[in-house]
């Protein structure tokens, strides 16, 4: 949780309304509010299976109830809300011996229930809002059901990129990273446009299994004007986007020094990715077809987009 005084402060208020003067939303009362939080979720605890939950006498005394036959009665309100909800109570209300010691070594079994999250939260609906804690932990789990219900919103909304908007974006950051690793390639040493050019070309050697640039293209039926780049699918535009990330970082952080060393690197690179993507199992870069210029592809893409504010307007 924030340790911002700001956020405290709102939680408070939203838990707490006008069921306590201004004052009350103060410095002290705003650690009590996180730390009934940090509370909640240090008393959770985790099966075998790493599934979470919680003891209902944890969270009666939580919730600031001194008798646990009061308690149980939130606990039967709760458990019928499950039902109705049509949700099977054993599932999230699993009833558990629990050992209490009587002191002088003494110990005796008591009635406990092993709870889910979602118990917890029709617990805290059902009990007794007056008191405080319980009243924060109405709200906090309102909050928290709100944001799965954003998230699950979002998850069902979501429209996978076509083909062409994955190429406009990965060409994109393909022009941005490859100034990175122009930079990081002058750092060590790489700074004649000549130097540059070999540099790149002992990339694309290692990525495409010892082709150049020329090469490529006469493989994938390119003209010489026609940059490989910009005629690169969107999985062959992610392979090569690999290639030049991982080298600049490689170039970077072992502070590779020397042209022949840096093109040395380039050249490892570009054949390590192409490794994996035959370990995957996956079509060499070279033998994918060439694709639509991804300069006409984003015009395209841009007229759509405007065509379609022009009808939204």
Not at 214 to 241: C, F, V, W, Y
Request: glycine share 8%.
């Amino acid at each position: 949780m924030s340790d911002d005084p700001e956020h405290s402060r709102k939680l408070a208020t939203l838990a707490f309304g006008e069921a306590h003067p201004p004052a009350f939303i103060s410095a002290e009362s705003d650690a009590t509010i996180e730390g009934l939080i940090r509370e909640f979720e240090a008393r959770a605890q985790v099966d075998d299976e790493g599934n979470e939950y919680w003891f209902a006498r944890d969270l009666q005394t939580l919730f600031e109830y001194s008798k646990w036959d009061n308690f149980l009665t939130v606990l039967a309100r709760a458990k019928e809300a499950c039902e109705q909800a049509g949700h099977n109570c054993d599932d999230h209300f699993a009833g558990v011996g629990k050992m209490i010691s009587l002191g002088k070594g003494a110990e005796r079994s008591v009635e406990d229930f092993a709870l889910s999250r979602y118990a917890c939260y029709l617990i805290a609906q059902n009990a007794d809002a007056r008191k405080r804690p319980v009243a924060f932990a109405q709200t906090y789990f309102a909050i928290q059901t709100r944001r799965q219900e954003i998230a699950d919103q979002e998850a069902q909304e979501y429209v996978p990129l076509s083909e062409d908007e994955r190429r406009v974006l990965l060409r994109d950051e393909i022009k941005t990273h490859n100034k990175h690793l122009a930079s990081a390639a002058k750092n060590a040493g790489v700074r004649e446009g000549l130097d540059f050019a070999i540099f790149q070309t002992e990339g694309y050697k290692g990525l495409y299994g010892g082709l150049d640039v020329p090469g490529i293209r006469r493989r994938k039926g390119l003209k010489a004007s026609q940059p490989i780049l910009d005629h690169m699918g969107s999985t062959e535009l992610a392979a090569n986007l690999f290639r030049a990330t991982q080298t600049e970082e490689k170039l970077r952080r072992e502070g590779i020094q020397g042209k022949l060393a840096a093109n040395r690197a380039h050249y490892e690179v570009g054949a390590k990715v192409r490794q994996t993507i035959k370990d995957l199992g996956g079509q060499m870069p070279e033998h994918l077809p060439a694709a639509e210029d991804v300069k006409k592809v984003g015009r395209r893409l841009q007229r759509a987009i405007k065509n379609a504010a022009k009808r939204i307007g």
